[in-house]
């Protein structure tokens, strides 16, 4: 019987067997152990010292984090944090960490003093998609290129010699609005629809300088669907991890509905090229944005130079932030003007005395409206607030 046994355990050790070998692994397997500790111990400190600990916020759910708690009015429920754990806060939205700032003083030294440090976000999925990796203005990281490239815009582009050049389009636009309204007395009026029609044609007439009449429908039927769907919550933004899934569609929604407006900036940019390449670019009347993107294009100095994928999403940010905030900004301060008669009335007068009754504003008269400027930034304040 014991041979027997002897001759079993043999047969069980001849394969590989923990058991059998485990006393020849204990103290390899301990020592191992002992040096993943130490390891995870050195980094733990490591970290700590690189990364300061974290502001203090309201404990969140695994995984989803803050999200299940948030109320829709931010800035009340931001208030009500901001009573429980200071003016400044972490809050867990998914797998992204935000940190909310709730002081005058703290908000200058971030978004004033220490720009450069916090100029960085986060970029939308669908922004990544739509706009060539972010070579865009609004999501391109913080670097030189970034600088380089506002600069560019400021000095070539959005600078009174550019703007003189574009006046009489914008001229054009905005009293053919006035006449469409005279033409409508005496029956209600959609200020917002005739509002945002002629911040599209003035924009359209701007970028390009032709006459928009014929594509302002389909241009603003694909501006509002692009404009709803980045909006549009998107779960690859809270779990960045997801992303290359795309599970709502919303990545290849965006890229589609950019694909249109790239297609149609595409034939304006190959028509520009015909026009320069057949030296007829001097019967030009007047230099809209387009030519002015397109020269810096054209020019030899790569540093001073901006790719055609550039100007084609410079034309797309031009061409969305022109056209919502613009009328949006307008009805509500015309909204409030009505709410306030004493305000209104101030402004008529002031109308009035500057540019005269029978007059048409002009761009001159813009320094001598005080209080005209005062509506406007204060209607800036009024409208951010409630975007919140």
Same mark, same amino acid.
């Given at each position: 019987?014991?041979?027997?046994?002897?001759?079993?355990?043999?047969?069980?050790?001849?394969? %590989?067997?923990?058991?059998?070998?485990?006393?020849?692994?204990? *103290?390899?397997?301990?020592?191992?152990?002992?040096?993943?500790?130490?390891?995870?111990?050195?980094?733990?400190?490591?970290?700590?010292?690189?990364? *300061?600990?974290?502001?203090?916020?309201?404990?969140?759910?695994?995984?989803?984090?803050?999200?299940?708690?948030?109320?829709?009015?931010?800035? @009340?429920? +931001? $208030?009500?944090?901001?009573?429980?754990?200071? *003016?400044?806060?972490?809050?867990?939205?998914?797998?992204?960490?935000?940190?909310?700032?709730? $002081?005058?003083?703290? /908000?200058?030294?971030?978004?004033?003093?220490?720009?450069?440090?916090?100029?960085?976000?986060?970029?939308?999925?669908?922004?990544?998609?739509?706009? +060539?990796?972010?070579?865009?203005?609004?999501?391109?990281?913080?670097?030189?290129?970034?600088?380089?490239?506002?600069?560019?815009?400021?000095?070539?582009?959005?600078?009174?010699?550019?703007?003189?050049?574009?006046?009489?389009?914008?001229?054009?636009?905005? @009293?053919?609005?006035?006449?469409?309204?005279?033409? #409508?007395?005496?029956?209600?009026?959609?200020?917002?629809?005739?509002?945002?029609?002629?911040?599209? @044609?003035?924009?359209?007439?701007?970028? %390009?300088?032709?006459?928009?009449?014929?594509?302002?429908?389909?241009?603003?039927?694909?501006?509002?669907? +692009?404009?709803?769907?980045?909006?549009?919550?998107?779960?690859?933004?809270?779990?960045?991890?997801?992303?290359? $899934?795309?599970?709502?569609?919303?990545?290849?929604?965006?890229?589609?509905?950019?694909? %249109?407006?790239?297609?149609?900036?595409?034939?304006?940019? #190959?028509?520009?090229?015909?026009?320069?390449?057949?030296?007829? =670019?001097?019967?030009?009347?007047?230099?809209? +944005?387009?030519?002015?993107?397109?020269?810096?294009?054209? @020019?030899?100095?790569? #540093?001073?130079?901006?790719?055609?994928?550039?100007?084609? /999403?410079?034309?797309?940010?031009?061409?969305?932030?022109?056209?919502?905030?613009? *009328?949006?900004?307008? =009805?509500?301060?015309?909204?409030?003007?009505?709410?306030?008669?004493?305000?209104?009335?101030?402004? &008529?007068?002031?109308?009035?005395?500057? &540019?005269?009754?029978?007059?048409?504003? =002009?761009?001159?008269?813009?320094?001598?409206?005080?209080?005209?400027?005062?509506?406007?930034?204060?209607?800036?304040?009024?409208?951010?607030?409630?975007?919140?």
């Amino acid at each position: 019987m014991t041979n027997l046994y002897n001759k079993h355990t043999v047969l069980d050790c001849e394969g %590989w067997s923990w058991g059998c070998h485990a006393p020849e692994f204990a *103290p390899l397997m301990a020592g191992a152990l002992v040096i993943f500790c130490c390891a995870w111990w050195l980094w733990g400190m490591k970290f700590t010292k690189i990364n *300061p600990p974290l502001p203090p916020g309201p404990l969140g759910l695994p995984i989803l984090g803050n999200l299940p708690f948030i109320k829709p009015e931010l800035h @009340r429920y +931001f $208030s009500d944090l901001s009573r429980i754990y200071g *003016p400044v806060f972490k809050l867990r939205m998914g797998s992204v960490l935000a940190i909310v700032i709730n $002081s005058p003083s703290l /908000a200058n030294e971030v978004l004033k003093v220490q720009d450069a440090i916090f100029a960085n976000r986060d970029v939308p999925a669908a922004a990544v998609v739509g706009t +060539f990796g972010g070579l865009n203005i609004l999501w391109r990281p913080s670097g030189s290129r970034c600088n380089q490239l506002r600069k560019l815009v400021i000095c070539e582009i959005m600078s009174k010699q550019s703007l003189d050049a574009c006046y009489v389009l914008r001229q054009r636009e905005v @009293r053919r609005m006035v006449k469409e309204i005279h033409g #409508k007395v005496g029956s209600s009026v959609n200020i917002y629809k005739q509002l945002s029609a002629t911040a599209l @044609r003035v924009m359209m007439s701007t970028l %390009w300088g032709d006459d928009p009449s014929q594509d302002l429908i389909e241009f603003r039927k694909r501006l509002d669907e +692009f404009i709803i769907t980045s909006a549009t919550p998107n779960v690859s933004d809270i779990f960045p991890i997801l992303a290359p $899934s795309d599970l709502q569609g919303i990545e290849s929604k965006a890229k589609e509905q950019l694909s %249109w407006f790239y297609g149609v900036f595409e034939s304006m940019i #190959k028509n520009r090229r015909n026009i320069r390449d057949d030296g007829k =670019e001097k019967e030009k009347i007047s230099k809209d +944005f387009m030519q002015q993107l397109l020269e810096l294009h054209w @020019r030899e100095d790569e #540093k001073n130079s901006l790719s055609i994928n550039e100007v084609k /999403a410079l034309l797309l940010d031009l061409m969305v932030a022109g056209t919502d905030t613009i *009328p949006t900004t307008v =009805e509500w301060a015309m909204t409030e003007l009505l709410r306030h008669q004493d305000k209104m009335t101030k402004l &008529v007068k002031e109308l009035d005395m500057v &540019v005269g009754n029978q007059n048409t504003m =002009e761009d001159c008269h813009i320094p001598q409206l005080v209080y005209l400027d005062a509506v406007i930034k204060e209607t800036f304040v009024f409208t951010q607030l409630l975007h919140c």
